[in-house]
């Protein structure tokens, strides 16, 4: 394995999941890092691959059977392996088509309402992405080509053929990303606001807002952006300025709502994702939940809890095991010690 700061792990899981308890800085988070690995190619903690191997290792090695199908993940200085069913996969797309959904539930979804923006988008594309193949490229393509155009743009000289050259594959690529995020959002609004209400126990209502950073014509707003954007060298038109506001009762929720209120929207959130991605999907996703019930309330937690899918598998990591008493039957779900990059069941 050599996965964070595992050297080998093998865990049989019941259909339920498991829960992993332990104390903070013990690996529980990086087991469902490599799940989520595992399943997306996509860790929540980091974008550079080279970082998820064992510390003074040369790479790392995944492999499971979510959903019935063996898989495996090597990343190694020569790169990155993918098999499915002992089926080397050319690519990331190939390899994806049959992975599964997954939805990341931690403590860090509170920045989705008072966060920067980044975060938000962030939620956005991993939805895209699992449920719109279409969607990973473009946003791949867009993330080239802007890094491209913003290189040309701080050389300070004007460039402008080869910038007008990135500006049609930003043009076209952005256009579907943006297209596709407010279709998102206009699903994910409903599911989030029955989501909201259940979990708080009150009448609280939730919209969703798309902010997109240009107009309609992601072409034309480039074009008017021109000067501004040489001026400053960098782009500042395009969905990669995008942003997604909340409102509480009508308000921003990121300056009015409370604390409990924000937590409970961020929990709204990820419930909405899972709807979202069961009804694309056709079964539930995976719920990877991060240590999330530390500050809920047994209300609140109970509640979130039922909204869950009864048939999605959820591996659950947690400091104490004291809130299963005030928690509704999970059945046979398993339960591990974490301890020292170990696991042993209880």
Not at 174 to 184: D, F, K, N, Y
Not at 277 to 288: D, I, T
Request: with cysteine; glycine share 10%.
């Amino acid at each position: 394995m050599d996965f964070r700061c595992f050297g080998s792990l093998d865990l049989e899981v019941p259909p339920a999941g498991v829960i992993l308890t332990g104390d903070n800085a013990q690996g529980k988070t990086s087991v469902l890092e490599a799940l989520c690995m595992l399943i997306r190619l996509h860790s929540p903690r980091t974008h550079r691959m080279g970082l998820l191997g064992r510390i003074g290792g040369s790479g790392f090695g995944i492999a499971g059977d979510p959903w019935d199908i063996e898989r495996q993940v090597r990343h190694s200085r020569e790169g990155l392996t993918l098999k499915a069913d002992d089926e080397t996969r050319a690519s990331r797309s190939d390899y994806l088509t049959d992975g599964g959904l997954v939805v990341w539930m931690g403590n860090e979804d509170l920045d989705l309402i008072r966060g920067p923006g980044e975060g938000r988008r962030r939620y956005l594309d991993f939805i895209g992405a699992q449920i719109f193949p279409a969607y990973r490229r473009s946003w791949s393509r867009y993330r080239r080509a802007l890094q491209a155009k913003n290189l040309l743009l701080k050389e300070g000289r004007p460039r402008d053929a080869e910038i007008l050259s990135y500006e049609e594959i930003l043009a076209e690529h952005g256009s579907i990303l943006m297209q596709t995020r407010a279709r998102l959002v206009a699903e994910l609004a409903p599911l989030a606001s029955e989501a909201q209400t259940a979990v708080s126990g009150r009448d609280e209502v939730l919209a969703l807002q798309y902010l997109p950073a240009s107009g309609p014509d992601l072409r034309e707003s480039m074009l008017q952006a021109r000067e501004r954007e040489i001026r400053l060298r960098q782009a500042v038109i395009g969905p990669h300025r995008d942003d997604l506001l909340f409102r509480l009762h009508g308000l921003p929720a990121s300056d009015f709502a409370s604390e409990g209120q924000q937590r409970t929207i961020a929990l709204a959130l990820k419930l909405a994702q899972g709807k979202l991605l069961e009804s694309a999907g056709g079964r539930p996703p995976l719920y990877l939940m991060d240590d999330i019930f530390g500050e809920l309330d047994p209300g609140r937690r109970n509640a979130l809890m039922g909204h869950l899918p009864p048939l999605a598998q959820k591996w659950i990591t947690t400091t104490h095991l004291g809130w299963l008493r005030e928690t509704p039957d999970l059945g046979n779900i398993g339960r591990f010690r974490v301890e020292e990059g170990k696991c042993r069941a209880l």
